[in-house]
């Protein structure tokens, strides 16, 4: 039975770009961007949005089509064409990339200590996973090959996947340096061969079983909800995803002006993320949110 493909689009941090999100991985292990009609000969789909006067430039990455549009045209006035247009050709049946010839991946992959003493970061120097994904065990990595091979080496307990890094963390009985080359290769190896990082079917699933954390869409949350995650995004997240950790929205309460977050990767169970929660994000959304924000707690702390 072949997929039923869907497609969402959403806005990116460019006005000009809008991404029109597939429910199922579009390329594996490489991107494609085209700046006219010529250069997209590669790829009959971007060739077919380029007859459309409004297209400037076509990315084609992991799950998704990204669409820079000129400015005579509002994206309210074509999303919905754009969006179809997508849909329908990819259940068409028809190639979205014209099978290229093979060329040599050149993938590095480096460790970077982090502030939490069992997680290690593992950065490459490609995008890896579309979104934020953590798995605890390898039963929850049913729809992860990468993070159930990492499994299978004795001392990992948890794996944390976010765009171009991966953070593992390991039981206190184990050494980091027992551990560390086995890792680095393992990911490496996995990653030059080519093979899926994720499935279809971790695009797919509801979050709790595919390993993908839950979130709200951003449009079906509140103006003050809107503000809070836009100050995470913009001065928490950079600094966090430098430790291999990451810092998630979870709900804001007004009356007890109390923000709860939850801790993934590295800043879960890390021994500074409670410094981190009181002296760093407390204080600062209390001062941009002029006291309406006056606590800060993790929920899975």
Aim: aromatic share 8%; net charge negative; with cysteine.
């Amino acid at each position: 039975m072949s997929l039923n493909y869907k497609i969402t689009p959403k806005p990116t941090t460019n006005e000009k770009i809008y991404k029109f999100e597939a429910n199922a991985f579009l390329v594996q292990n490489t991107s494609y961007e085209f700046h006219n009609i010529d250069q997209a000969k590669p790829s009959p789909l971007a060739q077919e949005l380029f007859y459309l006067p409004f297209v400037k430039t076509i990315f084609l990455a992991q799950n998704f089509v990204a669409v820079e549009k000129y400015d005579i045209v509002a994206w309210d006035m074509i999303l919905d064409q754009l969006s179809m247009a997508i849909e329908d050709y990819l259940n068409s049946g028809r190639p979205l990339v014209n099978t290229p010839s093979p060329k040599p991946q050149n993938i590095t992959v480096y460790a970077e200590s982090t502030p939490n003493p069992n997680t290690m970061k593992f950065v490459a120097n490609r995008t890896l996973v579309p979104k934020r994904f953590e798995f605890n065990n390898s039963e929850e990595a049913i729809h992860a090959p990468l993070a159930q091979e990492l499994f299978q080496i004795h001392g990992v307990s948890a794996v944390f996947m976010h765009q171009n890094y991966i953070s593992v963390s390991k039981i206190e009985a184990i050494s980091w340096t027992d551990l560390i080359d086995s890792l680095k290769i393992l990911i490496q190896n996995f990653i030059t061969q080519g093979k899926a990082v994720l499935t279809d079917a971790a695009l797919q699933e509801a979050p709790s079983e595919s390993g993908a954390l839950p979130t709200q869409p951003l449009i079906q949350r509140n103006d003050q909800d809107k503000e809070i995650i836009a100050l995470l995004e913009e001065f928490v997240t950079p600094a966090v995803a430098g430790d291999g950790g990451y810092i998630a929205f979870d709900s804001f309460d007004p009356k007890s002006k109390t923000v709860r977050v939850l801790l993934q990767g590295a800043c879960s169970g890390c021994p500074s993320s409670t410094m981190t929660l009181k002296n760093g994000i407390q204080s600062l959304l209390m001062e941009m949110t002029q006291g309406r924000v006056e606590h800060v707690e993790a929920i899975n702390a």
